[in-house]
């Protein structure tokens, strides 16, 4: 279990508490168990939500375009080195080499020079072709 799921964890259990301690403010020992349960529920309605919130968005804005052929998408790539500058090479499922430098995204060709691929429009913006 890592850091992440320990918190989520959590953050379910003391949903479930303070439901509990609430309901049972009303309803006595039936209300720690009913809140309890409620308070449960409740955490993982609203961590699905949020996870299916952050999936539409990712889709919508992804951190990196998909590739070239259209096949691979943000998903799809591994990330081959990282340097001081801030540059990111990756390479996708396909084989191709891409480097993304600010606010573009350039492919790598055979002898080792990038040519404009794609550029991000905005802090947040959609992809659209770099000339």
């Known amino acids: 279990m890592n850091i992440f799921e ?14 509990g301690k609430l309901c ?11 809140g309890f349960i409620i308070g449960i529920i409740f955490a993982v309605v609203a961590l699905i939500t949020l996870k299916k919130c952050s ?19 943000f998903d799809d790539y591994e990330v081959i080195k990282c340097l001081e500058d801030n540059s990111t090479f990756f390479r996708c499922k396909c084989g191709i080499k891409y480097i993304k430098k600010g606010k573009h995204f350039m492919e ?10 794609m550029k991000r429009k905005g802090i947040l913006g959609r992809w659209e072709k770099d000339k």
């Open 24 to 34: 049972a403010s009303h309803l006595g020992v039936i209300g720690w168990i009913f």
């Open 108 to 117: 790598i060709i055979g002898d080792g020079s990038a040519i404009p691929y």
């Open 55 to 73: 999936n539409i968005f990712d889709k919508r804005y992804p951190i990196i375009p998909s590739c070239k052929n259209g096949k691979c998408t």
């Open 6 to 19: 320990l918190l989520i964890l959590a953050m379910i259990i003391v949903s479930g508490y303070f439901s």
